[in-house]
């Protein structure tokens, strides 16, 4: 006879991951571009500022979109999905 499946809470590491994600993109992505300005004004290497360009019109235009809060909590809580998913599968 088999068993069903134990399905329990994600571990802690799912939940770190799901609101650290889920954090980056509704307050990080314009900061991000602003790093990678800077760290292409102390490297001078051209290709580090496609990194400034995806992340702060990422950034600029995420931010002005109405369902960016949803858009962040649902991220976050596919991944949380996914975490109870693969924990239920092990």
Known sequence: MTHPAKRSLPGIKTWVWAIGVALF??????PTGWLFYELHHL???DSVYWGYTVFRGGGYFFNQWAY???TCLGVGLLILAIGWWRGARA
């Open 25 to 30: 993109l509704k307050y990080l992505l314009e």
């Open 68 to 70: 960016q809060s949803i």
């Open 43 to 45: 490297t001078g290497i």
